[in-house]
C-alpha cells in the first residue's frame, strides 16, 4: 500500500493527514473489524463486515443513515433529468419513486407505469397521473378472479364465514348471513366475506366477483339482498314481508359488482 501526501504527517496503524494545522485532524481509522472516516475530526462513515453506517457507528442494517437535519438522505439526478430512488428484491420486477425533471411531484412506478402520484399542490392519485381531488382513485376490476374483491375491508367480529357470501353484523358481533325474508336478517352493517374468518376481512364498500351468490347478473343492473341466505339477485324480493334493499350494481366485466349497500330497507306489504 502505498500513501501520497504533500504536508502532514502519517500515523501508524492509521491514514493521517491534515493540510491546515490549525483544523481539526482527517483521518482514516482501522480499528478491529470496522474502518471509520473521520473528516475534520468527526466520525462520517463507518463499514463493517456486514453494514455500512453513515451519521452512526452502529448501523443495523446493510446501510443505515442517521442524520441531525430533516433532510437526511437526497437522491438528485443531473440538471434536467430526473432523480429517481430503484428498489429491487431478488430476481424480481424494480420499482422506482421518482421525480420528474423540474417539477414538484412525487411518483410510484413499478411494472412499467406509474401506480401513484402526489402533485406538489397536494392532490394524491392511485391509477391517475391527473389527480383532481385531494384524493383521486381509478378502478378498473377486470382482473378480479371469483369471489374475491377489495376496497373498504374491516377486520373486526366473529363467525364462520364462506368467501363471496353476504353478511350482516348482528348484535352480538357476529357476522351471520343475510337474508330478505325479514328485517332482522336484512337491516344494519352488511359485508361480503373474503374469507372463512372476520380475520380474512369482510368487504363493506368496493369491487367483487361474486361468481357463486349472484343471480341473474346483468350489467348496469342493481343488487338486491335475496330470499336466499347469504345470496345476492338482481331480481328484487316480491313477496309479502319481504324486504328490499340495494347492495350494489353490475359493472360491465361478468359478475363483477360494485358494493355499495344501501341504508334503506323496503318492507313489502
Not at 348482528?170 to 332482522?184: H, L, P, R
Request: contains cysteine; glycine residues 14%.
Amino acid at each position: 500500500m502505498s500513501y501520497k501526501y504533500s504536508t502532514g504527517s502519517i500515523r501508524r496503524g492509521d491514514l493521517y493527514y491534515e493540510n491546515d494545522r490549525l483544523g481539526e485532524p482527517t483521518y482514516i481509522d482501522f480499528s478491529q473489524d470496522a474502518i471509520t472516516l473521520r473528516p475534520s475530526g468527526s466520525q462520517i462513515l463507518h463499514a463493517t463486515a456486514t453494514s455500512v453506517g453513515i451519521g452512526t457507528t452502529s448501523p443495523t442494517q446493510n446501510l443505515h443513515v442517521s442524520g441531525t437535519t430533516n433532510t437526511v438522505l437526497r437522491v438528485q439526478g443531473p440538471p434536467g433529468s430526473y432523480g429517481a430512488l430503484n428498489v429491487k428484491g431478488g430476481t424480481g420486477d424494480s420499482a422506482w419513486v421518482w421525480q420528474p425533471a423540474n417539477t414538484s411531484e412525487l411518483r410510484l412506478f413499478t411494472v412499467d407505469d406509474d401506480r401513484m402520484i402526489i402533485l406538489g399542490s397536494g392532490e394524491i392519485g392511485v391509477g391517475t397521473t391527473a389527480p383532481k381531488a385531494a384524493l383521486d382513485v381509478h378502478h378498473n376490476p377486470t382482473g378480479l378472479s371469483n369471489n374475491t374483491g377489495g376496497g373498504e375491508v374491516v377486520t373486526f367480529g366473529s363467525g364462520t364465514l364462506t368467501a363471496g357470501k353476504i353478511y350482516f353484523l348482528n348484535s352480538s358481533g357476529v357476522w351471520t348471513e343475510t337474508d330478505a325474508d325479514a328485517i332482522a336478517t336484512s337491516d344494519g352493517l352488511v359485508g361480503i366475506a373474503l374469507g372463512t374468518g372476520a380475520s380474512d376481512g369482510v368487504l363493506l364498500r368496493g369491487f367483487f366477483d361474486a361468481t357463486t351468490y349472484l343471480s341473474n347478473f346483468v350489467t348496469g343492473a342493481p343488487v338486491y339482498l335475496s330470499t336466499t341466505a347469504g345470496a345476492m339477485d338482481t331480481t328484487a324480493p316480491s313477496g309479502t314481508a319481504d324486504i328490499v334493499r340495494c347492495v350494489g350494481y353490475c359493472t360491465n366485466t361478468a359478475n363483477v359488482i360494485y358494493l355499495i349497500p344501501s341504508s334503506t330497507t323496503i318492507e313489502l306489504s
